[in-house]
């Protein structure tokens, strides 16, 4: 008998399906594509033997015991397809868990029917790519706790450990799971285009070649930068393409696709009266990459950018990066605390960190100190106000300053790291400029405003 069923055998179901059977966790697997169990079947070698070929669903079902729990793999648009053909084969207790990028939304609508029915359903975030799904990746869990006890010693398995401890997490109800993975992506988006900012800056404006500027990365890859995402993009920049021996980074078109992760995240901040505007620019600069004969027109038309104006040194351009993603972070943080209230999850922040620490795209030497700052309680709900991160800041805001101005004087894009700088000078100002959009409502709509001195929703005294 299997242990758990997988449906889904593509990328990731397939990458999830070999690192249980090799934790010696029997599982039975299904796809619509036949084909594609038997490739995971024959790429199995002798993990085949804990691996279950199921050519229907109802031949997976029968090879679980009960209560039985189903791991979905499936691209988003697929999974409603999918319970619907499984919960009428289902009995009360069974668990169902879409471990795919899935709408927290929907997720919380799936999670209240189902648990109509006496069925279990668990949004699952999972992050590591491939290789992670593979070897361990970091598991963010979300529904009915009473049924994490059915498949916690399977995902505690085959998880990445940070000094020995599982990052997978039963973080809250329903939607939880996703919606931390969520902000898992929109973090990731804004660290990517934070980088690939950095990079613009030394290819357009120091005329910087793609080894030299592979080589300040590989720099990077220890002391308070080291990261996943900063590993990989120093081996992309070293990388030569095969075909013209170019650097592999100057044959790439510069048009970056997106799923929806990062989209929801602006979205969902947005609705929760919010703005993750670090992420939101990085939308906004994939939405942009899409727009290339745009923005070949409007080469033609305006003068270049850059041009060899030099750039700065490569520490403060470091330091730069590190306050920036510090920023990036701290507003995902905010977010997720933010939809924690209004959906009544009691997310454990801390914890949620401490599950990015290994397995998942974001991990990052920063995440001990986030995890330790959450722990002890963000000021005002503020990662950039925890002593650690603004004794940090105070020490890299100055460089960030500087790399941007520079940056915006020769032309050069960086709409995240300036989203960055923004928010900093606006959550460091006591006194802002929202006084005078009040008075501006009140003149145009009768809104009303407050006095500083506590007299409130009065009118003023406008002239006509
Ligand atoms: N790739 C990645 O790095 C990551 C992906 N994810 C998420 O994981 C999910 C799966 O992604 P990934 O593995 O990359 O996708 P793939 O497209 O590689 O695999 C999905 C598999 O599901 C099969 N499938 C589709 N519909 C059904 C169905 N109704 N019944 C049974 N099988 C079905 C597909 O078959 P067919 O090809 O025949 O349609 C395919 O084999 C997505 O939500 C994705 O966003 C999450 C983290 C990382
Ligand atoms: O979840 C992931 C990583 O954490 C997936 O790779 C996801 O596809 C990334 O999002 P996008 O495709 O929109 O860049």
Not at 53 to 67: D, G, Q, S
Not at 99 to 120: I, K, Q, V, Y
Not at 270 to 276: E, N, P
Request: proline share 4%.
């Amino acid at each position: 008998m299997a242990r758990i069923g997988v449906i889904g055998t593509g990328v990731m179901g397939a990458a999830l399906s070999l690192n249980m059977a090799e934790k010696g966790v029997a599982v039975a697997v299904h796809d619509l594509d036949a084909a594609s169990i038997g490739r995971l079947i024959d790429r199995a070698g002798p993990l085949a033997e804990n691996l279950t070929a199921a050519e229907t669903t109802e031949a997976l079902l029968a090879a679980l015991p009960t209560p039985r729990a189903i791991l979905v793999m499936v691209p988003s648009g697929a999974v409603d397809a999918v319970i619907d053909g499984l919960a009428p084969q289902l009995a009360p207790g069974d668990l169902i868990i879409d471990g795919g990028n899935s709408d927290f939304l929907d997720t919380r609508r799936r999670e209240a029917a189902l648990s109509e029915r006496g069925l279990n359903f668990f949004g699952m975030g999972v992050s590591g790519g491939e290789e992670g799904a593979r070897h361990g990746p970091s598991l963010m869990i979300g529904g009915r706790q009473e049924a994490w006890g059915l498949v916690e010693d399977i995902l505690t398995a085959i998880a990445a450990r940070h000094e020995g401890e599982p990052c997978a997490a039963w973080l809250g109800p329903d939607g939880a799971g996703h919606f931390v993975k969520t902000v898992h992506n929109g973090i990731e988006y804004a660290d990517m285009q934070m980088i690939a900012e950095i990079y613009g800056i030394m290819r357009d404006g120091a005329r910087q070649s793609a080894a030299e500027i592979g080589a300040m990365f590989e720099g990077w890859r220890t002391g308070p930068l080291s990261s996943y995402l900063i590993e990989i993009t120093g081996q992309i920049l070293a990388a030569e393409d095969p075909e013209t021996g170019r650097p592999a980074v100057d044959v790439i078109r510069d048009s970056a696709g997106q799923k929806g992760t990062g989209r929801w995240t602006v979205i969902e901040a947005l609705k929760l009266g919010q703005s993750a505007s670090v992420i939101e620019a990085a939308v906004a600069a994939r939405a942009w990459s899409s727009r290339a004969e745009a923005r070949q027109a409007g080469a033609a038309l305006f003068a270049p950018a850059g041009g060899g104006a030099g750039a700065p040194a490569v520490d403060e351009l470091g330091r730069a990066l590190l306050a920036a993603r510090i920023i990036g972070f701290g507003q995902g943080l905010t977010l997720m605390r933010s939809a924690s209230d209004a959906f009544d999850w009691d997310l454990d922040l801390a914890r949620a960190a401490e599950i990015w620490r290994a397995g998942c795209i974001i991990r990052s030497v920063l995440l001990d100190d986030i995890a330790g700052a959450a722990r002890a309680g963000l000021p005002e709900g503020e990662l950039t106000h925890a002593p650690a991160f603004s004794a940090m800041l105070e020490e890299t805001i100055p460089s960030l300053r500087r790399v941007v101005l520079a940056a915006l004087g020769q032309g050069l894009p960086v709409p995240a790291l300036a989203a960055a700088l923004g928010y900093h000078d606006t959550m460091r100002q006591a006194r802002g400029t929202a006084n005078l959009i009040q008075a501006q409502r009140d003149v145009f709509g009768a809104h009303g405003f407050d006095y500083i001195d506590g007299r409130a929703d009065r009118h003023g005294p406008w002239g006509a």
